[in-house]
Protein backbone atom coordinates (compact mmCIF):
# COMPACT_ATOMS: atom_id res chain seq x y z
CA UNK A 1 0.00 0.00 0.00
CA UNK A 2 2.53 2.65 0.59
CA UNK A 3 4.41 2.09 -2.54
CA UNK A 4 1.25 2.62 -4.60
CA UNK A 5 1.14 5.80 -2.40
CA UNK A 6 4.36 7.25 -2.61
CA UNK A 7 5.45 9.24 -6.10
CA UNK A 8 6.38 6.38 -8.47
CA UNK A 9 2.35 4.77 -7.46
CA UNK A 10 3.80 1.46 -8.02
CA UNK A 11 1.18 -1.32 -6.85
CA UNK A 12 3.14 -4.25 -5.07
CA UNK A 13 0.29 -7.43 -4.58
CA UNK A 14 1.04 -10.58 -2.65
CA UNK A 15 1.57 -12.77 -5.25
CA UNK A 16 4.74 -10.45 -5.90
CA UNK A 17 3.38 -8.75 -9.43
CA UNK A 18 3.46 -4.97 -9.50
CA UNK A 19 1.14 -2.65 -11.24
CA UNK A 20 2.46 0.86 -12.05
CA UNK A 21 -0.31 3.48 -11.51
CA UNK A 22 -1.09 5.74 -14.22
CA UNK A 23 -0.57 9.63 -13.80
CA UNK A 24 -4.52 10.09 -14.20
CA UNK A 25 -5.18 7.71 -11.30
CA UNK A 26 -5.72 9.02 -8.00
CA UNK A 27 -6.67 6.82 -4.96
CA UNK A 28 -9.35 8.12 -2.12
CA UNK A 29 -9.85 6.46 1.08
CA UNK A 30 -12.94 6.84 3.07
CA UNK A 31 -11.79 5.47 6.73
CA UNK A 32 -14.01 4.38 9.70
CA UNK A 33 -10.69 4.90 11.66
CA UNK A 34 -6.77 4.29 11.76
CA UNK A 35 -6.33 1.57 14.21
CA UNK A 36 -4.58 -0.60 11.38
CA UNK A 37 -3.36 2.28 9.36
CA UNK A 38 1.00 2.64 10.40
CA UNK A 39 2.66 6.14 10.61
CA UNK A 40 3.91 5.94 7.16
CA UNK A 41 0.56 5.17 5.41
CA UNK A 42 -0.97 8.22 7.16
CA UNK A 43 1.93 10.47 6.03
CA UNK A 44 1.42 9.39 2.57
CA UNK A 45 -2.20 10.21 2.75
CA UNK A 46 -1.98 13.47 4.23
CA UNK A 47 -4.48 13.23 7.07
CA UNK A 48 -4.64 12.74 10.71
CA UNK A 49 -7.61 11.83 12.76
CA UNK A 50 -8.14 12.67 16.26
CA UNK A 51 -11.06 11.66 18.07
CA UNK A 52 -12.95 15.02 19.19
CA UNK A 53 -12.55 14.09 22.69
CA UNK A 54 -8.68 14.27 22.06
CA UNK A 55 -9.28 17.20 19.61
CA UNK A 56 -10.86 19.60 22.35
CA UNK A 57 -12.77 22.96 21.31
CA UNK A 58 -10.43 25.24 21.85
CA UNK A 59 -8.73 24.60 18.09
CA UNK A 60 -11.94 25.57 16.28
CA UNK A 61 -11.70 29.47 18.09
CA UNK A 62 -7.77 29.57 16.70
CA UNK A 63 -8.74 28.02 13.01
CA UNK A 64 -12.05 30.81 13.47
CA UNK A 65 -9.79 33.40 14.05
CA UNK A 66 -7.49 32.91 11.09
CA UNK A 67 -10.91 33.10 9.06
CA UNK A 68 -12.15 36.42 10.90
CA UNK A 69 -8.71 38.30 10.13
CA UNK A 70 -10.31 40.01 7.03
CA UNK A 71 -13.91 40.65 8.13
CA UNK A 72 -12.84 41.12 11.93
CA UNK A 73 -10.44 44.30 12.91
CA UNK A 74 -8.06 44.29 15.52
CA UNK A 75 -8.34 44.79 18.58
CA UNK A 76 -11.96 43.83 18.82
CA UNK A 77 -11.17 39.69 17.16
CA UNK A 78 -8.59 39.45 19.65
CA UNK A 79 -11.04 40.76 22.45
CA UNK A 80 -13.71 38.72 20.72
CA UNK A 81 -11.31 35.41 21.32
CA UNK A 82 -9.94 36.06 24.59
CA UNK A 83 -13.26 36.85 26.07
CA UNK A 84 -15.05 33.18 24.43
CA UNK A 85 -11.86 31.29 25.43
CA UNK A 86 -12.78 32.16 29.06
CA UNK A 87 -16.29 32.07 29.59
CA UNK A 88 -16.59 29.17 27.73
CA UNK A 89 -13.79 26.99 29.91
CA UNK A 90 -16.19 28.09 32.86
CA UNK A 91 -19.68 27.55 31.05
CA UNK A 92 -19.06 24.22 29.26
CA UNK A 93 -18.34 22.34 32.73
CA UNK A 94 -21.12 24.11 34.24
CA UNK A 95 -23.61 23.10 31.72
CA UNK A 96 -22.07 19.53 31.91
CA UNK A 97 -22.45 19.23 35.48
CA UNK A 98 -25.56 21.48 36.55
CA UNK A 99 -27.85 21.80 33.69
CA UNK A 100 -30.04 19.36 31.37
CA UNK A 101 -30.07 19.52 28.15
CA UNK A 102 -33.55 19.11 25.85
CA UNK A 103 -31.12 16.95 23.12
CA UNK A 104 -27.68 15.56 24.35
CA UNK A 105 -24.77 17.42 22.74
CA UNK A 106 -20.77 17.61 22.47
CA UNK A 107 -18.46 20.66 23.37
CA UNK A 108 -17.30 20.72 19.69
CA UNK A 109 -21.24 21.95 18.80
CA UNK A 110 -21.84 24.10 21.22
CA UNK A 111 -18.89 26.21 20.02
CA UNK A 112 -19.68 26.21 16.62
CA UNK A 113 -22.81 27.19 16.65
CA UNK A 114 -21.85 30.33 19.37
CA UNK A 115 -18.88 31.59 16.63
CA UNK A 116 -21.45 30.83 13.34
CA UNK A 117 -23.45 33.84 16.09
CA UNK A 118 -20.61 35.97 16.00
CA UNK A 119 -20.10 36.25 12.49
CA UNK A 120 -23.44 36.76 11.71
CA UNK A 121 -23.74 39.34 13.86
CA UNK A 122 -19.72 40.55 13.74
CA UNK A 123 -18.88 40.03 10.20
CA UNK A 124 -19.01 41.80 7.30
CA UNK A 125 -22.41 41.02 6.37
CA UNK A 126 -23.47 41.89 10.20
CA UNK A 127 -22.63 45.20 11.87
CA UNK A 128 -18.90 45.00 9.58
CA UNK A 129 -17.03 46.44 12.61
CA UNK A 130 -14.60 47.92 9.78
CA UNK A 131 -16.79 50.62 8.76
CA UNK A 132 -19.41 50.74 11.17
CA UNK A 133 -19.51 54.32 12.72
CA UNK A 134 -19.92 53.07 16.96
CA UNK A 135 -19.56 55.73 19.64
CA UNK A 136 -18.65 52.75 21.71
CA UNK A 137 -17.52 50.08 19.69
CA UNK A 138 -16.46 47.60 22.75
CA UNK A 139 -19.89 47.69 24.35
CA UNK A 140 -21.34 46.82 20.77
CA UNK A 141 -19.30 43.35 20.50
CA UNK A 142 -20.11 42.89 24.16
CA UNK A 143 -23.00 43.19 23.48
CA UNK A 144 -23.53 40.85 20.38
CA UNK A 145 -21.00 38.30 22.61
CA UNK A 146 -23.53 37.99 25.29
CA UNK A 147 -26.42 37.78 23.02
CA UNK A 148 -24.67 34.54 21.00
CA UNK A 149 -24.17 33.39 24.12
CA UNK A 150 -26.85 33.01 25.81
CA UNK A 151 -28.15 31.31 22.16
CA UNK A 152 -25.70 28.92 21.77
CA UNK A 153 -24.33 27.53 24.91
CA UNK A 154 -28.02 28.35 26.95
CA UNK A 155 -30.48 27.62 23.85
CA UNK A 156 -30.66 23.90 24.51
CA UNK A 157 -31.33 23.79 28.14
CA UNK A 158 -34.61 22.48 29.43
CA UNK A 159 -36.80 25.24 30.83
CA UNK A 160 -35.62 24.51 34.82
CA UNK A 161 -32.06 24.42 34.04
CA UNK A 162 -32.01 28.06 32.35
CA UNK A 163 -32.19 30.06 35.88
CA UNK A 164 -29.38 28.09 36.86
CA UNK A 165 -27.34 28.70 33.55
CA UNK A 166 -28.68 32.69 33.67
CA UNK A 167 -27.49 33.28 36.94
CA UNK A 168 -23.64 31.31 36.25
CA UNK A 169 -23.74 33.24 33.18
CA UNK A 170 -24.37 36.94 34.98
CA UNK A 171 -21.45 35.92 37.24
CA UNK A 172 -19.01 35.24 34.25
CA UNK A 173 -20.03 38.20 32.56
CA UNK A 174 -20.43 41.20 34.85
CA UNK A 175 -16.70 41.44 35.61
CA UNK A 176 -16.06 41.92 31.77
CA UNK A 177 -19.60 43.76 31.04
CA UNK A 178 -20.36 45.78 33.40
CA UNK A 179 -23.61 46.90 31.28
CA UNK A 180 -25.16 43.66 31.32
CA UNK A 181 -28.88 44.59 32.43
CA UNK A 182 -29.90 42.60 34.79
CA UNK A 183 -32.70 39.88 35.40
CA UNK A 184 -32.93 36.76 32.39
CA UNK A 185 -30.59 36.57 29.97
CA UNK A 186 -33.14 34.24 27.82
CA UNK A 187 -35.29 37.81 28.20
CA UNK A 188 -32.57 39.90 26.80
CA UNK A 189 -33.38 41.72 23.47
CA UNK A 190 -30.57 44.10 21.26
CA UNK A 191 -31.23 47.45 20.32
CA UNK A 192 -30.18 47.47 16.81
CA UNK A 193 -30.17 51.30 16.73
CA UNK A 194 -27.74 51.81 19.15
CA UNK A 195 -26.44 48.27 19.58
CA UNK A 196 -26.84 47.65 23.24
CA UNK A 197 -28.57 44.82 25.28
CA UNK A 198 -32.03 45.65 27.36
CA UNK A 199 -33.97 43.39 29.35
CA UNK A 200 -37.04 42.91 27.74
CA UNK A 201 -38.58 42.77 31.37
CA UNK A 202 -37.46 46.51 31.78
CA UNK A 203 -37.89 48.14 27.97
CA UNK A 204 -40.56 47.75 24.92
CA UNK A 205 -39.00 45.15 22.86
CA UNK A 206 -37.37 46.18 19.75
CA UNK A 207 -38.58 43.08 17.54
CA UNK A 208 -42.35 43.14 17.26
CA UNK A 209 -44.05 40.67 15.46
CA UNK A 210 -47.09 41.68 13.26
CA UNK A 211 -48.96 38.77 11.75
Known sequence: M????????MLCLANGQRIKMPETCTMMFEVQDLKVASPATVSRCGMVYLEPVQLGWEPLIDTWKEKMEDEIPEPHLSTIVDHVRIICQSMLPFIRKRCKEMVPSVDANIIQSLLRLLHTFL????????????????????????FSIVWSLGANLHDFSRTTFSSALHDVLKPRFPE????????YGI????????????????????P
Open 123 to 146: GEKGLDLKKANLPNPVKAVMTYLT
Open 191 to 210: DVELHKLESWNEQIPTFTYD
Open 180 to 187: LPDGDVYE
Open 2 to 9: NTVLDDNK
